[in-house]
């Protein structure tokens, strides 16, 4: 894979919103056949989307910390 897409991918904002994760989702999901248990891995994620709670997620601050 491209090291310039890896770079992308450990250096994106931190996600804060549904709209941003929204974002990293299609952006990982145009490489997902090169990321080995891409579903498994992707699964929770998707799963935020899906929940009524989403907005209580992203207004706490520490579930999404800063690397």
Known sequence: ???DK??????WPKI?????LQRFL????????FIPGYSKVTQPLFDLLRHQS???I?????????T
């Open 54 to 56: 989403t907005l209580e």
């Open 26 to 33: 299609g952006f990982a999901n145009f490489y997902c056949r």
């Open 16 to 20: 804060d919103s549904v709209k941003a």
């Open 58 to 66: 992203f207004q706490d601050s520490t579930t999404f910390g800063t």
């Open 6 to 11: 890896v770079s992308a991918v450990l250096n």
């Open 1 to 3: 894979m491209a090291e």
